[in-house]
């Protein structure tokens, strides 16, 4: 990690921005969803 440009630093934010999307999506209503049309 220490070869990477900006000793790490662009690593660190590429995977906290990752986390943060994959947080964001968590909460969308277009992923959660159950199609509960398809269970009765």
Known sequence: ?????????????????????FLGRTGDPRTCAIDRAESS
């Open 1 to 21: 990690m220490a070869t990477l440009p900006f000793d790490g630093n662009l690593l660190r934010l590429v995977g906290l921005s990752l986390l943060l999307l």
